[in-house]
């Protein structure tokens, strides 16, 4: 990257909120995360030039598709003001990301906003759960189970423990650690939640296997929620920063990204890696593409991240793909005290996926917003004390769409 994208500001849902429970969906999220979003960036509408929304499963659990048009639906100040909808499951809103980014490159915007919403609890679990299984290949994934997404990353712990080997007390340790996280996090979904010393264990009653290789505690908790951000140029924002008081160094900014994909069918992954120590080499690709564009030597510049915990073992995948371990080392970094709060490079202080909650289409949205937050000493009771440079890793289905994002302030 040559020239970095501000983040103006930005605003998250309460993830334990049903909204269906109040008379509300995803229109409503959507109109939320705009107004608050405009509000924090402390500017108008008038001032979006071009809108981009992440969603996945819209159609499946509200029968609403085009997305685009219902910013400007809900919020008739944006009406006019073009819009598209970007899927790609659990990085859907990170996908929203780089469309507006290359935009504000290309120089054919100066501002954008990007809103990702997800709704899932306004039908029965076991519906949302099949709802799910979309974003893998239907009907080929050849994985005999109850739960496609527990069962694929169950499968995925297998291949660390027939590569590398594994023991659980590291995917446990690594739930425990987002679930603590969280409740420090006022929007978290979980923050509430009552556990006890069991509840991290492989006790079979307290923590019950949901697929081999994933128990109850190991899952990420799919939720209701949105996420919405005012992305910016260099020019909009020193002219933006210029009226509100502030200097353009204190607003964060967007400096590196990656985006790589593979197949959708999770087998076919784990095959063609064989030989290889990373099990994802394309997620490697990905981290390291982003730490290229913005101009840094590799994870030691980092002061925290946000990263993807569908289930506790895709964080353990993040760890050693990240370059935080050597390969198959993953283990050392949550024994050693390195991820957690207070430690050498903490991850997922908002509690992540696991803690926080995975309203699948804000996710990527929400990460970014996070880091954005850290980097300039916003996060409140969930800040990392000095973080200057953060890095966010997003997946979508079985690590077959993959988007990386590294911001700065200072």
């Not at 420090?184 to 697929?211: C, G, M, Y």
């Amino acid at each position: 990257m040559t020239r970095p994208i501000y983040i103006l500001g930005g605003h998250q849902s309460d993830f334990a909120k049903v909204w269906s429970r109040h008379g509300q969906d995803i229109s409503d999220m959507i109109r939320e995360s705009t107004l608050s979003a405009l509000q924090d960036a402390r500017l108008d509408p008038a001032a979006i030039q071009s809108i981009h929304v992440g969603n996945a499963f819209g159609e499946l659990q509200r029968q609403q598709a085009h997305l685009g048009a219902m910013v400007a639906q809900v919020v008739p100040e944006l009406w006019g003001v073009p819009a598209m909808r970007h899927e790609g499951a659990c990085a859907s809103s990170s996908l929203a990301v780089l469309a507006a980014m290359a935009e504000i490159e290309a120089g054919r915007y100066e501002t954008a906003l990007i809103v990702g919403a997800e709704e899932f609890k306004n039908v029965a679990g076991d519906t949302a759960s099949q709802n799910q299984n979309s974003a893998a290949w239907q009907g080929r994934e050849d994985i005999a189970c109850t739960f496609m997404w527990p069962a694929a990353f169950g499968l995925l712990a297998a291949e660390y423990e027939r590569r590398h080997g594994l023991d659980r007390r590291h995917l446990n340790r690594i739930s425990e650690i987002n679930y603590t996280n969280a409740k420090r996090n006022p929007l978290a979904q979980t923050r509430k939640w009552a556990f006890d010393a069991k509840s991290f264990t492989d006790d079979d009653e307290k923590n019950p296997v949901i697929e081999p290789g994933t128990r109850r505690n190991d899952c990420g908790q799919i939720t209701d929620g949105a996420a919405a951000l005012v992305l910016a140029s260099e020019s909009f924002a020193a002219a933006h920063a210029k009226r509100i008081g502030v200097t353009l160094a204190e607003i964060p900014r967007i400096t590196g990204w990656g985006h790589r994909n593979a197949g959708l069918r999770l087998k076919d992954k784990i095959v063609r890696s064989q030989g290889d120590a990373l099990i994802f080499p394309h997620v490697r690709q990905t981290v390291d593409d982003a730490m290229r564009r913005a101009g840094l030597k590799g994870v030691c510049n980092l002061d925290v991240i946000e990263t993807h915990d569908c289930f506790s073992v895709t964080e353990y995948m993040a760890i050693d793909h990240f370059g935080i371990t050597k390969p198959g080392e993953s283990w050392r970094a949550v024994e050693d005290g390195t991820i957690a709060p207070g430690g050498r490079l903490p991850i997922n202080p908002s509690g992540g996926l696991i803690g926080c909650g995975h309203p699948v289409g804000a996710t990527g949205a929400r990460m970014l917003l996070d880091s954005a937050k850290q980097v300039t000493g916003a996060a409140g009771e969930t800040q990392v004390d000095g973080a200057r440079t953060a890095a966010t890793l997003n997946i979508g289905g079985s690590c077959a769409t993959v988007c990386s994002f590294v911001v700065t302030a200072g």
